[in-house]
């Protein structure tokens, strides 16, 4: 189930880059002027409106859409009262997709400066596809991913940075391209999660920005569809953190929550498979991103003959596009050479509720998900900021 709220465009909508309102990068920069940090932006235009406070703290919920927002609303009354005063929808950045949102979150870039431009890319040169959520230490994150973070840059300030989030992600390399700069401390669960927040809110007398991370929501929309009995489930979960997060801020502190995308069911029906249509697979050397937006790297002189059949056999269930094409949208902001060749030749941006599963060239799970996301539907992209004052 997907719920539109008033007045924003229908959750099956595409959109373009120059949608307006604020987006994702726009959120530490904005808690940095706040802090004082010299020289922070303040996009958002958060200063006046949390004048005085010394101490941030930052909470991505992943899979945590606008479009959700009503859908969790019944079981989560914090949320659903957090959601009717205090939040306004930002966008996530395209592709749509923890990896790439969580590196634009931490660095205040575009994904195309940041360059982790896909749940799973091709390491130029290679054919080697990386997984950023499986990521060690190859390619090095200081170089796969060159940009500062806003994390670095408080702590540089003399900001106090911490960052919570499930102990198998510290000094990951995901970890290490979006939050390098803050002190990790491992927190699995909801109620976990907001008491280290918490504590490392409180720890110190000087300014103080705590980056959180929750995952449950997203996996359980994965594993069984948004709105299922275990969606509800985490969806109260959820709420239960907030509520402890809200009731323990210190009175010169805010918390900001927000969301790396939202999710949408993909039905039997609207469902290809690359790997077992001979179409598909003709031209194709090797296949990255994920379900709903694809990446095609092709053989030698096939960019042409990979376009028209994959356009042939999707028709109106995707948009199939050249990488000049798709960068040339705005969506990714300027790609640098250096990270061009992490796009494939060709991109597959699927519409309404279909997928292009590869049911052979991923893991067998990847293809029996119930929600997906990553393309640039209203529903996918559009996330929530709360701005809570302690």
């Not at 003399?158 to 102990?167: D, E």
């Not at 391209?177 to 007398?205: E, I, K, P, T």
């Not at 300027?334 to 590869?358: K, S």
Request: overall charge negative; some cysteine; hydrophobic content about 45%.
């Amino acid at each position: 189930m997907i719920a539109e709220p008033g007045g924003g465009p229908a959750p099956l909508e595409v959109l373009g880059p120059d949608h307006g309102g604020g987006r994702i990068a726009d959120v530490l920069p904005s808690a940095l002027a706040v802090l004082g940090v010299p020289g922070a932006a303040d996009p958002l235009g958060l200063v006046p409106a949390l004048a005085g406070v010394r101490r941030i703290a930052v909470l991505l919920v992943d899979g945590l859409g606008w479009y959700q927002l009503p859908t969790a609303a019944p079981y989560a009354p914090t949320l659903a009262g957090l959601a009717a005063t205090v939040a306004r929808p930002l966008i996530a950045g395209f592709p749509s997709t923890t990896p790439t949102s969580l590196v634009s979150l931490g660095t205040g870039v575009a994904p195309g400066a940041h360059g982790v431009l896909g749940f799973t890319v091709r390491v130029p040169g290679t054919d080697r596809v990386l997984t950023h959520t499986d990521w060690a230490a190859d390619p090095s994150p200081l170089r796969w991913q060159p940009v500062p973070t806003q994390l670095e840059r408080a702590r540089a300030a003399g900001v106090t940075v911490t960052v919570v989030s499930r102990p198998e992600f510290g000094g990951s390399g995901l970890t290490l391209a979006a939050n390098r700069g803050g002190d990790f401390q491992g927190a699995a669960g909801g109620d976990a999660v907001a008491a280290a927040m918490l504590a490392a809110l409180s720890a110190g007398s000087g300014p103080t920005l705590v980056s959180g991370y929750h995952a449950d929501l997203d996996r359980h929309g994965h594993l069984s569809g948004v709105d299922s009995a275990p969606w509800r489930v985490a969806a109260t979960e959820v709420d239960a953190m907030l509520a402890q997060l809200v009731d323990g801020l210190p009175p010169d502190a805010a918390l900001l929550v927000t969301a790396d995308h939202g999710q949408l069911d993909v039905p039997a029906a609207h469902r290809f498979d690359l790997d077992t249509d001979p179409r598909l697979r003709a031209g194709v050397r090797l296949v990255a991103g994920e379900a709903r937006v694809r990446y095609l790297h092709v053989e030698p002189g096939a960019v042409d003959d990979v376009l028209a059949a994959w356009s042939e056999v999707l028709g109106a269930a995707a948009r199939v596009r050249t990488r000049a094409e798709m960068v040339a949208t705005g969506w990714f902001g300027p790609v640098p050479e250096e990270h061009l060749g992490r796009i494939g030749d060709v991109v597959v941006t699927c519409n309404d509720t279909y997928a292009v599963m590869a049911s052979r060239t991923e893991r067998p799970m990847a293809s029996k998900l119930v929600a997906y996301h990553g393309s640039d539907t209203a529903a996918e992209l559009t996330v929530p900021l709360l701005v809570v004052r302690g």
